[in-house]
Nanobody, 117 residues
């Protein structure tokens, strides 16, 4: 059974950095497209960054140049390095795993990221 466990969220000040991790189990990790999404209060969940099995990446315009998604296939883990964080990055961040033929995939429980001075 697929399980995704996120970690690394927290409270930081503007301009600081955080690294989120998402450990996957119960799947053949290398077959999956992995993504990070976020949902701020009162807003819809949005895509932040996605990485394919071939390590092709795609980013939301709002995070380009600040966030980096990566994956370690040996550890079944995907990361999101977030630099120069802004208050508008405050949200619950969710990990997603989906096969290329799927449009939805599976979700982790989320990790809270709060940017505040």
């Amino acid at each position: 059974q697929l399980q995704l466990v996120e970690s690394g969220g927290g409270l930081v000040q503007p301009g600081e950095s955080l690294r989120l991790s998402c450990a996957a189990s119960g799947i053949i990790f290398t077959r999956y497209i992995m993504g990070w999404y976020r949902q701020a209060p009162g807003k819809q969940r949005e895509s932040v960054a996605v990485i394919t099995a071939f390590r092709n990446t795609n980013y939301a315009d709002s995070v380009k140049g600040r966030f980096t998604i990566s994956r370690d296939n040996a550890k079944n883990t995907v990361y999101l390095q977030m630099n120069n964080l802004k208050p508008e990055d405050t949200a619950v961040y969710y990990c997603n795993a989906r096969l290329p033929i799927s449009t939805l995939g599976s979700w982790g429980q989320g990790t809270q990221v709060t940017i505040s001075s």
